[in-house]
């Protein structure tokens, strides 16, 4: 059966619905996957190789971001179709929607198959463990569910003034499975005021950076540690690179010796630490740092002569 005549209009609508929920399901899919490996990560731990399982507060963030947008987007497309099927404004023999149907099946194949040679790689990979055994029945659920519906869904027929309760059982299943990864990813994920106070710690390294490198150019220029960091505004360091972003304080300076000085400012967040948060731990042991006032001790770097080393190019901003 085709689109009555008056409804023959409605042809592009129901194109735009179709188009608009395979987007939609195709970010759900990627995103949800996202997330709820990252939940996975977040709880178990692969010993033979971290990064096989590494929980990121990052990618969490991102995928949480976009599921919260691609889900209701997805339910609500999905929604007014089934209404237009069952009011007849679209016909549920209609070529166009049997195209944009099997085209979504395609797509969903195509992620799927994404996931499924992601999964199977770490199994060839030696990771025979409890988050793969889960991460393979989260991948077959998404596929499962998704292939369940929409081949239901094509083989559907003469559905006007019909109501059809199958698509609202999948509806509910889809709906709850999201809900629950979306409330878990938040639960374990940081708060927002925690990532800013990283950032903001991340940039109060980066002006201690700044002025250790001022410090060593100092000492080369003038052959002795500066007095004060007075001695380098203007000259070796620009102004308020020398003051902790969050309090406005200057950073604390002291000569400890002729070669040494110490650098003190306070900080928010601790990264000396190793836990979960790993994206947060810091790499690089010259600024590792607890929570509170925090004192760095720095030596001026001299050659096998004793004599100040060439100074090293001035850190990244």
Known sequence: MELREENRGNTAKAAFLYILSLIALGFLTVVGGMTVFQIINKFFTSVGDPY?????????????AAVIVAAPLYFVTVWRINKALLTGTLAAAASIRRWLTYLILLAATVVMVGYLISTINAFLNGELTIPFVLKVVSVLFIAGLTFAYYIYDAR???LEGREDRRPKIFAIVAMVAVAAVVVTGLIINESPAITRQKRQDEETVSRLSQTAWAVESYYQQEGKLP???????GVKLVENDAINPVSGEEFEYRVVSGLSYELCTTFQVANNEKTDEGDYWS????????VGRQCFTKKI?????????????????
């Open 301 to 317: 770097q001299t050659d096998l002569n004793g004599k100040p080393a060439p100074a090293l190019p001035l850190p990244a901003r």
């Open 283 to 290: 790499y690089n042991p010259e600024w590792l740092h607890g």
């Open 227 to 233: 007095d004060s960091l007075q001695d380098l505004t």
């Open 52 to 64: 096989v399982a590494y929980y990121s507060t990052a990618i969490l963030r991102s995928a949480l």
């Open 156 to 158: 559907r027929a003469d």
